[in-house]
């Protein structure tokens, strides 16, 4: 026996359908006489839950159906109440409220639409089965990819909750960006001052292990217990045996310009970046070397290796955090023309400025060591232009305020320009920083600049002035590019190693921007600081405790529970083709063993692995092959004129049930039918409904990039499109089979693309 | 009677099979219930690949019985093709609209009709960026060489919907089919449209390769080393082996693989229907097969294998794939385009054009599901004949349980009502009497609870031959084996399960599950003991054989100067591949000469009683047992010995000469309690 339980949602859905004729319906009318259906007005109060509970009991029923609101909404309550009575996964909803009461203005129309979503509801929850969980050991070790200031702080929060962490940084120090500057805004202290307690803390930390040069080449298991492969490269110095002396670098002959300088001073072959370097040992970079011998003669602690190796090795983690941070948007060679030796980028005027930079501080054009007379800051150089970036760096009108009136403050002669868009200084303080910089006589010109034009080793700015609207031709002797972040290519090589998303702009993206700002969509693996996004540093040390806080979460059993939703694989008839595993972007299928098996931990059950399966040897539990055609099944017994409307649980569905909040109309041909992933769609569910007699089919999926399962929604879109000609040679088709990328904000793209297939669909 | 070169085929799969370990495999399958579908063996296992037909001693049309079984079960939704369906689903949808044109740069007329198939869908839903459709297209350049311009017929004919049991729709598709091809003469190069045209629509067509040997063109490439895979709709469908041969000896350099003609290992797929492991592996086994011929090309007459024997090629991080990597599949029309020098096999990209079609909106089929249509007496008498000896498993390259099946399929028809009427009989018995033979007598019991062990003695051993109750008995206290035999037993209900009477075996087991569960139960019935060990659940069952070798030591055997033959009961060999244990207790009886069968273990005939047919169809029942004698009697045997009261029924009742008695009579001689 099926229970349906309808609510009228007070007017919300009873205003719009007519809820007692749809009850009515379903306990006279409908086909199957194994259904039994009640009405309420609030389904999601105690008394709607009760009743829920209390029909499940006196009926026994087999499953329930819950027409109401979208799952998303009270999903939970509903899975939690009838979780009280029976396997809370034996219960399936038919959303009549954002996409049909909302989204249908004639009572009628509506009316015959819930019947069909509630249909489909039905003979879908006719194939539920229970779903169990099960708890697997975890490792309660911690990986952290990136020493910045963000890693280091997480580092160190978590170590302080006695998690053992594995700290890997690519360069030869931690400390990241924060520590090549001179002050730091609001508060203008100095960077080092702030940032020397934690390195000394890091590098003191016994939970902490540092693995400076060096990066992470394979991540491979599952949530709680990854297997990561490291790869260190050789620093060329034994470090158990250098004491950071500096005797070679004072030897050594060659002089090149300086990474950590930002190419502003010179370095020796073998150097340590700064005195405060985490681990404090010297490194030979051998792209400089030439192998004088000179190091090794001076030094007294032996401790030069010029034959030395990258070493791998392996350790295994229960959770990672990826802290890689960001870099400058590269602007030579375009109008802003950064090769000229006068136009400089903020981090380099940083490196100018920090006391101990290779010009003690002084502020000298790199072109010949003069001090400027006319410095201009060009804010949004390279942001909030759809030529390179269309975001806003977030930090930059801050950065360039803190360094101006630093300079104003000691070199009050000196003339200084912003050309700006519009001043950013939203945050506790920012706008009266701002509003002080202004009185202390910084030139505040609000302008885009649209060229800089070398004039000798001067620089003439092409800006308009706007509120004067004259046109300007600004002569500056030094230029400050505020470049745009974007994401380091270390994040990006992260993202590709362990299969991260990233949103359209690059940086990586969490599971929910607002309230899982750090968890990604794999689970045990969580992102920081300038990963996720450009941000000052009191935004990262936020994401640091609550990445700390959530991993320690995650860690805090020695086992964790998971829900079987996931895949599963008939060994029975499996034939170890592997197509399934290629399709799993989690390494979840272990293809290792006797049996091909999924791992319950690592299975995201996105359900892209089973739509290729030759044997059909592997499906979802949940979102069944055949649960998805059965739903199909019901909707077109219903109305067999529909448009199925196969949408992703992250995306198409949001951007829906959006369409719904927002009232748009939506034709009642189209029914949504929910799935994990668009790449969960097979070849059968594209070509099924046509047998059926619908007039079409398409898929809502996330916008390219930024698909929750990394590439569910580009797998779908190579079928669609084979299935499209397959219809075309069929004779059915294919303009009737669609594919439309949407985010999950943007529900008038739903609109559009239903109305789209209608009118394919005439 | 088996036809010719069936001993090859069982040699061979016997041999196979202890290569390749796969018993361990069937074992395995033992334990772990089917997910899909139906509790019993699965009916999309099977090939229809004819190849069991070689061994089956009854000689029944399976193809039939299965293609309306799968009827039955699609109407329960219970039949899957692999690919998650998409196959037959996409055979539907182009008969439901009008298929388009794919095929370029033929010049076309109206002189003959070529019908290219689906192959276009194949390449394309298939996701395998491959270019199965250019056979057709080589065929259609192939025509025009030969001074044809054809007539090109889209479209799907059918096959897969006919032999998956989609006959409703396999009807719609025909109708339309006959009325662009009634009266014409058509050319396919698919050895299933062939098959399909000719006997199930018959219609005018001929194959591809024939009609080229009629043309007798020049080849000018004829350098690609190839070998030919017979498809089973050509080969023991049709008895098409020459015609695909000739023209590959003329066109290319041809040799031969081990396994041909109607002994060929089959592509193990058909309709979409069943690929598992077992399948992979003959498909692997064939393509090894070709590459050992020294061939760079595999050539196949059928689209279908050739998409079947390629798919090792596709897997991924396979070793299969990689060592096979260099035969590669051909249709016969590649060949010939290539060697006639009108098509280039070995072009990249796939090579027609998808046409972008308007289509109108289809109507969902109204389809009626009217299964009596399908039965008539010959269907009838097909599902009755079986003996569930299971003689076809051992052979088939999928494994097939076709006895599982048939007794499946049985239920369906006892469940109408269509079953015979001796079996209704004999069900009425065992439920009013608790026993096959109607005797008014309950079981006798053998009180003693405390006994670790349970005789199950079974109807036939009860009341038919008290010899074999008695010497079990008797051989259980001189092994000291402290048994009981409770109270209330009924008949196992094997003949019920057999029969399809399932409803009522349903009953019977859970009588007796509830009486023989928690205690070792050792049966002397072959029978009995499958029945106890496979059909029920949860029970500890043993065969007397167990029990004596295990202890045969303590049995003062003395000489038995005797010719004796072996006969392995079905219930107890193939089933659980249980042979060498009784053959052992035999050869320690002192004296005894045992002579082979010519078949024997997994090969051996059945008595042929098995699976309700001595009930119901007794003359096939005697002729097959009479066939058994008579090798025993050409042989010389002085007895024949077998492990099964039932089996030793039949064997005895045609057969005055030799006695046919039980491996526990021979033990009684032997101990010198000899019972005449
Ligand atoms: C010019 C300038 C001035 C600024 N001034 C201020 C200011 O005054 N106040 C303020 O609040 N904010 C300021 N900011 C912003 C500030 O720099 C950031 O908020 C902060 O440094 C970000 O820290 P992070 O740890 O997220 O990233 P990062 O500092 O970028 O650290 C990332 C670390 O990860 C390492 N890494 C990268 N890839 C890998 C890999 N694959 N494997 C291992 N390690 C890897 C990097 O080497 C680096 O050490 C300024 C930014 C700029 C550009
Ligand atoms: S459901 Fe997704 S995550 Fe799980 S095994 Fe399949 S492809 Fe991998
Ligand atoms: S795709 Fe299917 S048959 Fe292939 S390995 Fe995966 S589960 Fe097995
Ligand atoms: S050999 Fe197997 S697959 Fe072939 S027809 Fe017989 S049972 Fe079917
Ligand atoms: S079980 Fe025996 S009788 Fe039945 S089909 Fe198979 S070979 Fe024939």
New interface residues.
């Given amino acids: 026996m099926i229970g349906v339980f309808i609510c009228f949602c007070g007017n919300n859905i009873g205003g719009y359908i007519d809820v007692q004729q749809l009850t009515d319906y379903f306990n006279e009318e409908y086909p199957a006489d194994d259904v039994v259906a009640f009405n309420t007005t609030f389904l999601c109060s105690e008394i709607g839950q009760d009743l829920i509970k209390e029909k499940i009991e006196e009926l026994n029923l087999d499953a329930v159906v819950i027409a109401s609101c979208s799952p998303k909404h009270h999903g939970a309550i509903f899975q939690a109440c009838i979780g009280e009575k029976m396997n809370q996964y034996r219960w399936e909803f038919a959303n009549i409220r954002e996409q049909c009461a909302w989204v249908t203005p004639n009572k009628k129309n509506a009316t015959e639409k819930a019947k069909a979503i509630i249909s489909g509801a039905i003979e879908k929850s006719r194939l539920l089965e229970d779903i169990g969980s099960t708890r697997v050991p975890v490792t309660k070790d911690i990986l952290v990819i990136g020493g910045g200031i963000t890693g280091m702080h997480a580092a160190l929060e978590l170590s302080a909750k006695g998690f053992h962490v594995h700290l890997v940084e690519k360069k030869e120090t931690v400390g990241g960006n924060m520590v090549r500057f001179d002050r730091v805004f609001p508060t203008d202290d100095c960077a080092m001052c702030t940032s020397s307690p934690i390195l000394a803390e890091v590098a003191m930390d016994p939970l902490i292990d540092i693995y400076s040069l060096s990066e992470v080449t394979e991540v491979k298991g599952r949530p709680g217990e990854y297997d990561v492969t490291v790869v260190k490269q050789p620093r060329y110095i034994d470090e158990t045996k250098c004491t950071a002396c500096g005797d070679c670098t004072a030897h050594c002959p060659v002089e090149v310009w300086s990474e950590w300088d930002e190419g502003m001073g010179l370095r020796a072959a073998t150097y340590k970046p700064m005195a405060q370097a985490v681990p404090l040992k010297n490194r030979i970079n051998m792209d400089s070397c030439i192998r004088c011998g000179t190091c090794e003669n001076v030094c007294k602690a032996e401790a030069v290796m010029y034959n030395e190796e990258p070493k791998e090795f392996t350790m295994k983690v229960g959770a990672i955090l990826v802290a890689t941070g960001y870099e400058l948007i590269d602007l030579k060679n375009t109008e802003y023309h950064q090769e000229h030796p006068n136009v400089i980028s903020g981090l380099q005027l940083e490196r100018l400025k920090v006391p101990s930079g290779p010009t003690a501080g002084e502020i000298l054009r790199p072109s010949d060591g003069k001090m400027p007379k006319h410095l201009v800051f060009v804010q949004c150089a390279g942001s909030r232009d759809r030529r390179y970036n269309v975001y806003c760096s977030k930090i930059c009108c801050m950065y360039a305020t803190k360094n101006a009136r630093l300079i104003k403050s000691e070199n009050p002669d000196m003339k200084i320009s912003i050309c700006y868009i519009d001043m950013r200084t939203a945050g506790r303080g920012y706008e009266e920083f701002f509003d002080k910089a202004r009185e202390m006589g910084i030139n505040y010109i609000r302008g885009n600049v649209s060229e800089i034009v070398p004039d000798g080793e001067d620089l003439i700015l092409k800006v308009e002035d706007t509120f004067t609207s004259e046109p300007l031709d600004l002569k500056a002797d030094l230029v400050v590019l505020s470049s745009g972040l974007i994401p380091s290519q270390g994040t990006k090589d992260v993202a590709s190693t362990i299969h991260l998303v990233s949103g359209a702009d690059g940086f990586l993206a969490p599971v929910h921007v607002k309230i899982a700002p750090v968890d990604t969509a794999t689970k045990g693996i969580f992102i920081g600081g300038t990963t996720e996004a450009p941000k000052p540093i009191q935004e990262c040390i936020t994401d640091a405790g609550l990445v700390a806080s959530r991993i320690a979460s995650f860690l805090k059993d020695d086992d964790i529970e998971i829900d079987l939703t996931t895949s599963k694989i008939?060994?029975?008839?499996?034939?170890?083709?592997?197509?399934c595993?290629?399709n799993c972007v989690y390494d979840a299928i272990d293809?290792t063993g006797e049996n091909y098996e999924v791992l319950d931990v690592s299975c995201m059950a996105c359900g892209k692995c089973s739509?290729?399966?030759?044997?059909?040897a592997i499906d979802l539990s949940l979102y069944t092959?055949d649960q998805v055609i059965k739903q199909i099944d019901g909707i077109?017994a219903e109305d067999?004129d529909s448009i199925i409307g196969f949408s992703c649980y992250q995306c198409g569905y949001n951007a829906a049930d959006l369409a719904g909040t927002a009232k748009s109309f939506i034709d009642p041909k189209i029914k949504v039918v929910l799935v994990p992933c668009s790449g969960r769609v097979?070849?059968?569910h594209m070509?099924?409904p046509?047998?059926?007699?619908a007039?079409g089919v398409f898929l809502a999926a996330c916008l390219e990039g930024q698909c929750h399962y990394i590439d569910g929604n580009l797998q779908a879109k190579?079928?669609v499109k084979?299935?499209k000609?397959?219809?075309?040679?069929?004779?059915?088709?294919?303009?009737?089979l669609n594919l439309f990328n949407m985010s999950s904000a943007e529900g008038p793209k739903f609109v559009a693309a239903a109305k789209r297939m209608v009118e394919i669909?005439q | 009677m088996p036809v010719e070169g069936a001993e090859k085929v069982q040699n061979e799969a016997a041999e196979y099979k202890a290569q390749s370990g796969e018993n361990e495999m069937d074992q395995e399958a033992n334990k772990t219930p089917k997910v899909e579908g139906c509790e019993f063996g699965d009916v999309v296992d099977c090939v229809t690949c004819k190849r069991c037909s070689l061994v089956c001693p009854t000689e029944l049309d399976l193809e039939r019985v299965v293609r309306i079984h799968r009827y039955i079960k699609d109407s329960y939704g219970q039949v899957k093709g692999s690919h998650r369906d998409v196959f037959r689903l996409a055979s539907k949808l182009s008969g439901m609209a009008d298929a388009q044109g794919w095929l370029t740069g033929i010049d076309e007329g109206d002189d003959i009709v070529f019908f290219p198939g689906c192959a276009a869908l194949f390449d394309l839903l298939l996701q395998r960026d491959t270019n199965y459709s250019g056979n057709a297209k080589a065929a259609a350049l192939t025509l025009n060489k030969l001074g044809y311009k054809p007539e090109i017929v889209y479209g799907c004919c059918g096959h897969d919907l006919y032999y998956s049991g989609a006959l409703d729709e396999f009807e719609l598709i025909k109708a339309e089919n006959m009325e662009k091809l009634k009266g014409k003469k058509i050319v396919v190069s698919c050895a299933e449209g062939y098959h399909m045209f000719k006997n199930i629509y018959g219609l005018d067509v001929v194959g591809f390769e024939e009609f080229v040997l009629e043309h007798n063109p020049e080849f000018v490439n004829t350098d690609l080393k190839t070998t030919y895979h017979d498809p089973c709709r050509y080969g023991r469908y049709n008895e098409v082996y020459d015609a695909p041969r000739e023209v590959l000896k003329k066109a290319s350099d041809f040799r031969e693989m081990e396994n041909i003609r109607e002994e060929a290992i089959c592509c193990s797929v058909s309709a979409w229907m069943n690929c598992n492991k077992y399948s992979r592996d003959t498909r692997k086994k064939r393509l090894e097969e070709a590459k050992a011929t020294g061939a760079d090309y595999l050539v196949t007459a059928c689209t279908k294998c050739s998409i079947h024997l390629d798919c090792i090629h596709f897997e991924k991080n396979s070793e299969d794939a990689e060592a096979l990597e260099d035969i590669k599949i051909l249709g016969t029309a590649q060949v010939v385009g290539y060697a006639l020098g009108v098509y280039d096999p070995f072009k990249e990209e796939v090579d027609y054009i998808v046409p972008e079609t308007a289509g109108k909106f289809l109507e969902p089929l109204k389809i009626q599901k009217n299964v009596d249509q399908y039965i008539d007496d010959e269907l009838l008498d097909n599902a009755f004949l079986c003996t569930t000896c299971k003689n076809c498993t051992i052979v088939c390259p999928n494994h097939h349980d076709t006895a599982s099946m048939m007794e499946e399929f049985r239920s369906e028809l006892v469940k109408k009502d269509l079953g015979p009427e001796k079996h209704s009989k004999i069900a009425k018995a065992i439920m009013n009497t608790g026993n096959a033979f109607g005797e008014k007598e309950p079981m006798t019991p053998h009180p003693n609870e405390k006994a670790e062990y349970i005789y199950y003695p079974g109807c036939v051993a009860n009341y038919r031959r008290d010899d074999v109750y008695q010497a079990t008995k008797k051989i259980l206290d001189l092994l000291d084996v402290d048994y009981e035999i409770p109270e209330g037993l009924v008949c196992c209900g094997s003949v019920l399960r057999r029969a399809g009477h399932e409803d009522e075996f349903q009953d019977i087991r859970e009588k007796n599950t509830e009486l023989l569960r928690g205690k070792k139960v050792i049966c002397s019935c072959s029978g009995c003991y499958a029945t106890l060990k496979k059909d029920y659940e949860g029970l500890d069952v043993y065969h007397i054989t167990d029990i004596v070798k295990e202890n045969i030591d303590k049995l003062p055997l003395k000489e038995v100067k005797k010719k004796v033959m072996y006969h392995d009961p079905c219930h107890l060999g193939r089933k659980f591949e249980y042979y060498d244990i009784p053959r052992e207790i035999i050869e320690a009886v002192p004296g005894v000469e045992l002579i082979a069968f010519e078949k024997e273990k997994e090969n051996a005939q059945c008595c042929g009683a098995g699976g309700g047919v001595k009930s119901a169809k007794p003359d096939i029942a005697n002729n097959l047992a009479k066939k058994k004698m008579d090798e025993a009697k050409e042989k010389g045997a002085d007895m024949v010995v077998s492990a099964c009261p039932f089996c030793e029924l039949n064997l005895n009742d045609n057969c005055e000469e030799i006695p046919v008695v039980d491996i526990l009579n021979l033990l009684m001689e032997s101990l010198g309690e000899v019972k005449e």
């Fill in positions: 008939n060994p029975e008839i499996c034939i170890k083709c592997g197509t595993a290629e293809t739509v290729t399966c030759p044997t059909n092959e077109l067999p097979t070849m059968q070509l099924y046509f047998f059926k007699g007039r190579e079928k084979l299935a000609k397959a219809l075309d040679v069929m004779g059915v088709g294919g303009h009737k669909c």
